[in-house]
């Protein structure tokens, strides 16, 4: 079974989810990649506020190709999170509350997620074509001057994704390796 939740996210949402459920996600997300952590975070240090509120935000950790012509966007597959662990923990402190990419977070982001109530979220990687066909518009908010990696404005239907790790501090990757000890 799937859930289905419209962002923003809620407390009652972060609360029911687990890892390993799967969600149909609509509403408003974010996209930001490495170039575009690294200069929000720059320009914070500096004193410069980040060019999204980030509170109550998910943030999608894509790098869309260009849409083809009646397209909305081109491919927009996940990349892989744990480059983003770097400036996670300060982004969750800002307000942050959930992610979607690929692959394992590193134990201070896992740590960070618990403590500041968010939700990791996988997406598949090499469904690209596909995962495009959920998203129905694209603004680039922010720096445009980075191509792919600007940060942009994307609505959603139906998005589809699973909890990685949650807020009561679940890891499907974990429980994945315990079920397969238990059974071997």
């Given at each position: 079974m799937?859930?289905?939740?419209?962002?923003?996210?809620?407390?009652?949402?972060l609360?029911?989810l687990k890892?390993?459920d799967?969600?149909?996600?609509?509403?408003?997300?974010?996209?930001?990649?490495?170039?575009?952590h690294?200069?929000?975070?720059?320009?914070?240090?500096?004193?410069?506020?980040?060019?999204i509120?980030?509170?109550?935000q998910?943030?999608?950790?894509?790098?869309?190709?260009?849409?083809?012509?009646?397209?909305?966007i081109?491919?927009a597959?996940?990349?892989?999170?744990g480059?983003?662990?770097?400036?996670?923990p300060?982004?969750?402190?800002?307000?942050?509350?959930?992610?979607?990419?690929?692959?394992?977070?590193?134990?201070?982001?896992?740590?960070?997620?618990?403590q500041?109530?968010a939700?990791y979220?996988?997406?598949?990687?090499?469904?690209?074509?596909?995962?495009?066909r959920?998203?129905?518009?694209?603004?680039?908010?922010?720096?445009?001057?980075?191509?792919t990696?600007?940060?942009?404005?994307?609505?959603?239907?139906?998005?589809?994704?699973?909890?990685?790790?949650?807020?009561?501090?679940?890891?499907?990757?974990?429980?994945g390796?315990?079920q397969f000890?238990?059974?071997?």
């Amino acid at each position: 079974m799937q859930k289905k939740i419209t962002l923003p996210l809620t407390d009652a949402d972060l609360d029911s989810l687990k890892a390993g459920d799967r969600v149909l996600l609509s509403g408003t997300v974010y996209t930001a990649r490495d170039a575009a952590h690294k200069r929000m975070t720059e320009q914070e240090k500096e004193g410069i506020p980040f060019p999204i509120d980030v509170a109550g935000q998910v943030i999608y950790y894509t790098g869309p190709t260009p849409a083809k012509p009646g397209e909305v966007i081109g491919s927009a597959g996940p990349t892989t999170s744990g480059r983003m662990d770097l400036y996670t923990p300060r982004l969750l402190e800002k307000g942050l509350k959930g992610m979607i990419g690929k692959g394992y977070r590193n134990e201070e982001v896992k740590a960070a997620i618990k403590q500041h109530r968010a939700v990791y979220f996988g997406a598949v990687g090499g469904a690209a074509a596909l995962i495009a066909r959920s998203i129905k518009a694209v603004e680039v908010i922010a720096y445009e001057d980075l191509g792919t990696e600007a940060i942009r404005r994307l609505t959603i239907e139906n998005f589809p994704v699973f909890v990685i790790n949650d807020v009561h501090g679940g890891d499907i990757y974990e429980q994945g390796v315990a079920q397969f000890r238990q059974d071997h």
